[in-house]
């Protein structure tokens, strides 16, 4: 190879420009990780882009855009010659990741001119603030050190450095701690999310990539630069182990790589082995989080990258805490008492902890990520192509072989926006060329095939198969180890879409398979007025949000119908107008086929209108709030947020139409105080941010219903419902009780635990609420609330609109006593006086990641009044 004894070449002496870079305290005004001090994102990016012009050994390349539109960087360190060969030593990665068929001779020359890589994602975690500042200082030594032993290490390792994963957070963050700092209330938490929409939920993102952050990091292991070695800085709660670095506990994620885990523990353990070193106590590792879910970057061992978490105890954002040693606890997995053990074994003994000493373990365990890559960098290479030879074999010679994905859908948008998430996460996709049976299953020329051979072979396996929980024991014939969090993410049945898993190799079904490059788009360009949207595709009500907003006339079909060509289901959208170029614009936004030009008269019609939506967040940290925002905000949906303490000053009857109620405890939503109602506790947000709607704010709600009002509502925020009601109007009392128990606590204390899985249930069908849904269909489900119905009186009803089938089911996931469930509802229809009142036992658009129950909300909001 003619190229390394180019690179030979370039060895050059070590320039002396390095004096000339700034010191963090020069810059700052004082030394990050200082008492009571934050720099924001503005100014650390421009640190960065200040040593990125005094030094050659630092480089800034932009990535993205956070999504209230700050620029995302890496900043790359290391070597001169490494920096300034950055796009030959991409291509060896490219190479080592993604090519299986190098000769040893191949192999071996690529491990020889490449590096390792070491991607660093800083502070995801907003109020996590120590690892964003703490890049400064490392960065710093980085490239002025004299230590001979690290500049050896920055010859073989790139340092591929996201100063901060959530720019848009931290300022928010810093911006909040500096308005509360050296007040009675420094250290008040942020109102709402640190985060245009989803806040701490960001890292539970990396399947999905809904997010435009979240896009900008994925790519930069999925497609860009493919590093061998990731990590993930966060901080976690201040009174248990000071550090956590990996391994994880179980239970693990079963499709990645058994090697894989091994390396996690190697750089784990030298971390554990170098901050212990230096005498930095309360390192910890095999505990408390698990890695079955490797959520955030860590999706990334499911596509070959050596991907860890570290975890710091926290101080509030840069104030000490001081720790009473008897407030020192263990908790969670691994640990059992707070004391010294094999994988804890020099506990911190309390005292004050500050911002200082999370960095000082920051800077530590960055340094030993480093040196563990150099000083293993050809085995970390080696492992990484091995890796990919291995998954491309085993997706040859171990069953699964291919998933594939029938063009043929019912909501055609699920189906190209599907398509579109694999091709950004890297997976090869290729569509089938003929008709072909396999399996006994007839595959349909044009349908879309995944085939498990190729180097991501177990990404592709972990988000197209359904989940089954691994059930792991703390002992032999001992308790077993609960999930963490959520157990089911199965891509196709999240999105109501058919997939078929095929178990059988066919080398003639492999011979019709043809790349899919660019976007698979099977929508025409040109469509004519009237336009028919089906029902059963989300994009329909996107198309029919637009046209709506954008003053064309929309409807809905009273009946079944059959137009141009095709069958229409109820509730299938009817565009009238006279604007064909609008209407092809709606067509590539809705990503829906629709009937186009379809005869209208004669078809009975229901037109429909905007509804005026208020959605209701709180103040504390409301993730499912924000995510529902987004969701809105990309079906074009309008609405307005209102928080609860604005409720008393709200005329909801003239204001809304409809009344929006995501997931939220009720005490917080009546009283701004979390817990329970009777149990409430003061939490860490300004006085003026506790504060709920109150009786009276609530009365007013409840009259919003009463006079013809709709209120959508989900999760805990359904027990606002629950129970005994009251009603003043004038001088006129009523109290009632909602014809529906929340009978979850009930069947909890009977041993119900579903965390988060893919749950069976039975859709009423012909109602509008169902309008374009099967018969049957997964939610997603935590266990709680359940409902049941009962007669009702005077002016209520009620209907069941879902409702769990007697046995089977799980469909994805995790369920210990799930028959409790059984034949109980999931989702309720309530009539009080005019007004409506659905009820969802789960998140319809749970983490915008479940589109298969898009419709029973958006179904909600076109609601005809009662009769
Ligand atoms: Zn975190």
């Given at each position: 190879m003619s190229i390394l004894l180019v690179v030979c070449g370039l060895l050059a002496p070590k320039a002396s420009a390095q004096s000339s870079v700034v010191t963090p305290e020069k810059y700052f005004g004082f030394i990050p990780g200082s008492d009571y001090m934050l720099f924001n994102y503005e100014e650390l990016i421009n640190y960065f882009m200040e040593i990125d012009k005094a030094s050659p050994m630092l480089k800034m390349i932009e990535i993205g855009q956070s999504p209230m539109g700050k620029k995302m960087y890496i900043a790359f360190i290391s070597s001169e010659k490494n920096i300034k060969n950055l796009d030959r030593l991409r291509e060896i990665n490219k190479v080592l990741a993604l090519e299986p068929d190098l000769t040893a001779k191949e192999q071996a020359d690529y491990i020889k001119e490449g590096r390792v890589f070491v991607l660093a994602t800083l502070s995801?975690?907003?109020?996590?603030?120590?690892p964003s500042q703490s890049a400064p200082l490392i960065a710093h030594e980085l490239i002025t050190t004299d230590d001979p032993l690290v500049k050896r290490y920055l010859e073989d390792v790139v340092y591929m450095i996201v100063p901060n994963h959530n720019p848009d957070g931290m300022d928010l963050v810093v911006e909040n701690y500096k308005k509360y700092k050296g007040t009675q209330y420094e250290g008040a938490s942020l109102p709402g999310v640190y985060h245009k929409y989803v806040g701490h939920d960001n890292n539970r993102d990396f399947v999905s990539l809904t997010q435009e952050d979240t896009r900008a990091i994925s790519r930069i292991y999925s497609l860009d630069w493919f590093p061998q070695v990731a990590v993930e800085k966060h901080q976690m709660g201040s009174t248990g182990i000071r550090y956590f670095v990996p391994p994880s506990h179980d239970p693990i994620a079963e499709n990645v790589d058994a090697e894989l885990w091994a390396w996690m523990g190697v750089f784990g353990t030298n971390m554990l082995r170098d901050l212990t070193n230096e005498g930095l106590a309360g390192v910890g590792q095999k505990?408390?989080?698990?890695?079955?879910?490797?959520g955030g970057t860590s999706t990334s061992s499911w596509k070959n990258v050596i991907s860890m978490l570290t975890e710091a105890a926290s101080v509030k954002e840069a104030t000490p805490l001081y720790i009473e040693p008897g407030e020192l606890q263990a908790s969670g997995k691994g640990l059992a008492e707070y004391e010294k053990s094999v994988s804890f074994p020099l506990p911190w003994k309390g005292g004050w902890w500050r911002l200082g000493d999370i960095v000082k373990l920051e800077i530590g365990s960055t340094f030993s990520i480093i040196k563990t890559a150099s000083l293993l960098k050809n085995d970390i290479l080696k492992f990484r192509n091995d890796l990919c030879r291995r998954e491309v074999e085993k997706g040859k010679t171990e069953p699964p072989y291919y998933y594939v994905v029938p063009a043929e859908q019912a909501d055609q948008s699920e189906l190209i926006s599907l398509a579109a998430l694999m091709t950004e996460h890297g997976v090869n996709s290729f569509r089938l060329s003929g008709n072909y049976t396999l399996d006994g299953i007839n595959l349909k020329e044009g349908d879309i095939v995944y085939p498990l051979a190729q180097p991501f072979r177990a990404f592709i396996k972990e988000v197209m198969e359904k989940q089954e929980f691994p059930v792991r024991h703390y002992s032999t014939g001992g308790a077993m180890i609960r999930p963490y969090d959520i157990t089911s993410w199965s891509l196709p049945l999240h999105r109501g879409l058919l997939s078929h898993e095929i178990k059988t190799r066919d080398l003639d079904f492999e011979k019709l398979l043809q790349p899919l490059t660019g976007t698979y788009n099977p929508l025409a360009s040109e469509y004519k007025l009237p336009a028919v949207f089906p029902a059963t595709s989300n994009g329909s009500f996107k198309a029919a949000f637009i046209a709506l907003q954008k003053g064309l006339r929309v409807s809905r079909l009273s009946k079944e119908t059959k137009a141009d060509g095709k069958v229409y289901g109820r509730g299938s959208f009817v565009i009238q107008g006279g604007d064909e170029a609008l209407l092809n614009s709606i067509v590539k936004e809705s990503l829906t086929t629709p009937g186009s030009a379809v005869q209208v008269s004669g078809i009975p019609l229901t037109d429909v209108t905007m509804p005026r939506v208020a959605l209701v967040e709180t103040y504390f940290s409301d993730m499912d709030g924000g995510w529902t925002r987004y969701l809105f905000d990309t079906y074009k949906l309008p609405y307005t947020v209102i928080h609860p303490d604005e409720f008393e000053k709200t005329d909801f009857t003239k204001e809304y139409d409809v009344i929006i109620f995501p997931s939220s405890g009720k005490a917080v939503l009546m009283n701004g105080k979390p817990g329970t109602e009777g149990s409430a506790y003061m939490s860490n947000y300004h006085p003026d941010y506790q504060?709920?709607?109150?009786k009276k704010g609530f009365e007013k709600l409840l009259l919003f219903i009463n006079n013809g009002g709709r209120v959508i509502s989900w999760g805990q925020s359904t027990d606002l419902f629950a129970g005994m009601l009251e009603i003043t109007d004038g001088e006129k009392k009523e109290e009632f009780v909602l014809p529906f128990t929340n009978i979850a606590e009930q069947a909890q204390k009977e041993g119900l635990l579903i965390p988060g899985s893919w749950v069976r249930m039975t859709v009423k069908q012909d109602h509008p609420l169902t309008y374009g849904m099967p018969a049957e269909t997964g939610i997603f489900y935590r266990g709680q609330p359940l409902f049941a119905t009962s007669v009702p009186r005077f002016d209520m009803d009620r209907r069941v609109i879902g409702v769990f089938p007697d046995d089977d089911l799980i469909i994805s996931g995790f369920g210990e006593n799930e028959e409790k469930i059984a034949d109980k509802a999931a989702m309720l229809w309530l009539r009080k006086g005019k007004g409506q009142i659905v009820l969802y036992g789960f998140n319809p658009q749970f983490r915008a990641s479940t589109p298969a129950t898009y419709k029973l909300l958006f179904n909600a909001l076109f609601l005809p009044p009662v009769e």
């Open positions: 995801m975690h907003s109020t996590e603030v120590a505990q408390i989080f698990d890695d079955y879910w490797p504060k709920g709607m109150g």
